[in-house]
């Protein structure tokens, strides 16, 4: 595959794989709750794109870093279905995906929780004499919690190679940023001596130039986007009342021509790996607490 084909099936990959979640979600075969990542695949793409062997720790909102980071599509739908697997044998659902071997290596349901692990694994790997960049993906609703702050000095003070992502789609839930910040972001971080990139999450390509101009980590890199779906859920949910439809062209898929013979193959896997999870053995109850932590 060529660059580019190779980032079109990534955008394609993960905007199918969530039309096809948003598609059988109907059946209740899939409990999870799942946070869609449709309007935010160009972050995802273009970030991994540059820093392929980045350590990435994110959110609940994570199938597109998931499959961005090349993550095992067989398995994730597994988990999804709660079915035996690679990642967590259902345990994880949609909001704790992570494919170490591919770089993704925890996300989290509680705002804010993969900070402080992204900042210790990034000191950690210093120690051990194997520097790594690692890769913190954040909504803009978390860059509210104290842990980010404390995050923003501690990388400034020891120069970790740490790179923030913030994935802003102006919403917490139902609340406009607005109404939940006193602070402008890149004064803050700036303030911080750290170097602050931004723009919108329109295309790949965009995405792809901004991380390309980082010189020095750490970093941040403010993207914005549309949450085209609600904050949990498969509806869009405009007519609730808190947002309007865009007028802009938000859409990173929609300056993207259709590949049909790449298509054709997104479909085909998307399919194939939906069968044999539905088709999958549930894993039996003694597995229940295996691989979970119990305190003595
Ligand atoms: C510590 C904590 N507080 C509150 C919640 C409830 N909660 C779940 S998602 C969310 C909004 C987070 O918004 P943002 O960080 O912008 O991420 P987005 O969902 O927009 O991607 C909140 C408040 C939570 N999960 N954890
Ligand atoms: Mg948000």
Not at 131 to 153: K, W
Not at 158 to 168: G, N, R
Request: hydrophobic fraction near 40%; charge should be neutral; include cysteine.
């Amino acid at each position: 595959m060529t660059e580019k084909e190779s980032l079109y099936y990534k955008l394609r990959l993960i905007r199918e794989a969530e039309k096809a979640i948003i598609r059988e979600y109907p059946s209740n075969d899939i409990k999870t709750p799942c946070h869609l990542a449709i309007g935010a695949e160009a972050i995802a793409v273009g970030v991994t794109h540059v820093f392929p062997k980045a350590a990435i720790f994110g959110s609940y909102r994570n199938h597109h870093w998931y499959l961005a980071s090349g993550g095992d599509l067989g398995n994730f739908f597994l988990e999804l279905y709660g079915k035996e697997n690679a990642i967590a044998d259902g345990k994880a659902g949609s909001m704790h995906l992570s494919s170490p071997e591919t770089g993704l290596m925890l996300t989290s349901a509680v705002v804010g929780t993969q900070i402080g692990p992204a900042l210790g694994y990034a000191l950690g790997k210093r120690l051990q004499g194997k520097e790594q960049i690692v890769i913190c993906v954040l909504g803009d609703g978390a860059t509210e919690e104290g842990v980010f702050h404390e995050a923003l000095n501690v990388a400034a003070l020891y120069e970790l190679p740490v790179i923030f992502i913030v994935e802003d789609n102006d919403l917490a839930i139902h609340q406009k940023k607005k109404v939940r910040q006193s602070y402008d972001l890149k004064r803050l971080v700036e303030s911080y001596g750290i170097a602050y990139y931004s723009d919108e999450a329109t295309t790949v390509s965009k995405v792809i130039d901004k991380c390309n101009q980082v010189r020095k980590l750490p970093a941040l890199l403010h993207f914005r986007y549309h949450r085209f779906y609600e904050h949990v859920g498969i509806s869009e949910d405009y007519n609730a009342g808190y947002r309007e439809k865009p007028i802009k062209q938000w859409d990173p898929l929609a300056s993207e021509k259709r590949r049909p013979r790449l298509d054709l193959e997104i479909g085909n896997a998307i399919n194939s790996a939906i069968e044999k999870a539905r088709l999958a053995p549930t894993p039996p109850p003694e597995k229940l607490l295996e691989h979970v932590f119990q305190p003595a």
